[in-house]
C-alpha cells in the first residue's frame, strides 16, 4: 500500500544535534517570507548528551526539551518540517568513526535517505564532515550521512523496501551544500592575539517577517 508522503520541500539541513541550524535561521526566515521557500531540518539525535548551565533537566528530559526549544525556534522563521531520527547523542567525541558505530551507519543513512525520498527537496544543506582540529565527530558525521544520502536517495538498489514497499520513489536533489565551518582555534603564540574587531553597527537587512510565533 502506497503511504501519503510528506509536503515536498525545497530545501533539507540535515545535522546532529537540535541548534546546529541556528546560524542559518536568519537565513531560512528570509527565503520563506521573501521567496516561499520550504525549509524542512534533519536531527540525526534530540541533543541529550549536551550540557545545560541553565536548568536540572539532563539525558532524555533534556533532548525532549531541546527539540521542544528547536520547534519553537524555528517555526519562528516559517520552518515547519522536523524530522528526528532518534539516535543516541554520546559524549563528545571528534570521531567520526566512532559515531558511525554508535549510531549505526546503514541504519541511519537508510533513515535519512527515507527522509529525503519522501521530501524530495531540491537542495540539501549540512555540515562539514572535514575531520578537522576540535571539529565534533556528530557533526562530521551528520555531514558524511548527508552526502551519502545525497547519492543513494537516486539508487533504486540502496533500501530497495522503501521503494517496493513504502511507495516512495529514488529522488536525485539537485545541489548539495556544506558548511565550512569548524573546530580549529589558534594555538601557541597565536592563541593571544586579538582579532581585529569589525564594525557591528553595519546593517545589511532588516527582517521583516513575523514577530511572534505562529499559534
Known amino acids: 500500500m502506497t503511504q ?84 543516541v547523542d554520546f559524549y563528545y567525541t571528534v570521531s567520526a568513526p566512532l559515531t558511525a558505530r554508535v549510531w549505526g551507519h546503514l541504519d541511519t543513512l537508510s533513515r535519512l535517505v527515507r527522509v529525503v525520498r519522501a521530501t524530495q527537496p531540491s537542495v540539501i544543506i549540512t555540515m562539514n564532515p572535514a575531520p578537522m582540529p576540535g571539529q565534533h565527530g556528530n557533526h ?25 514497499v513504502e511507495g516512495l520513489q529514488p529522488w536525485q536533489v539537485s545541489r548539495l551544500l556544506l558548511d565550512s565551518f569548524g573546530g580549529e582555534r589558534p594555538t601557541g603564540p597565536d592563541a593571544a592575539l586579538v582579532p581585529e574587531q569589525a564594525d557591528a553597527s553595519t546593517v545589511y537587512a532588516l527582517w521583516k517577517g513575523p514577530l511572534t510565533m505562529p499559534v
Not at 515536498?8 to 526566515?29: K, N
Not at 528570509?30 to 541533543?47: A, N, P, Y
Not at 562530521?140 to 517496493?164: C, I, K, N, S
Request: with cysteine.
Open 4 to 87: 501519503p508522503r510528506p509536503e515536498r520541500l525545497d530545501v533539507l539541513f540535515i545535522g546532529a544535534h537540535p541548534d546546529d541550524e541556528s546560524g542559518l535561521l536568519a537565513a531560512f526566515g528570509r527565503w520563506r517570507h521573501e521567496c516561499g521557500v520550504k525549509v524542512g531540518v534533519v536531527s540525526i539525535t534530540r541533543g541529550e548528551g549536551g550540557g545545560n548551565a541553565v536548568g536540572s533537566e539532563d539525558g532524555p528530559l533534556l533532548g525532549l526539551l531541546r527539540e521542544r526549544e528547536e520547534r519553537s525556534a524555528l517555526s519562528l522563521v516559517g520552518v515547519e518540517r522536523f524530522f528526528y531520527l532518534d539516535k
Open 140 to 164: 562530521q558525521m551528520a555531514g558524511r550521512l548527508a552526502v551519502e544520502a545525497y547519492l543513494a536517495a537516486a539508487d533504486p538498489t540502496f533500501a530497495p523496501d522503501q521503494v517496493e
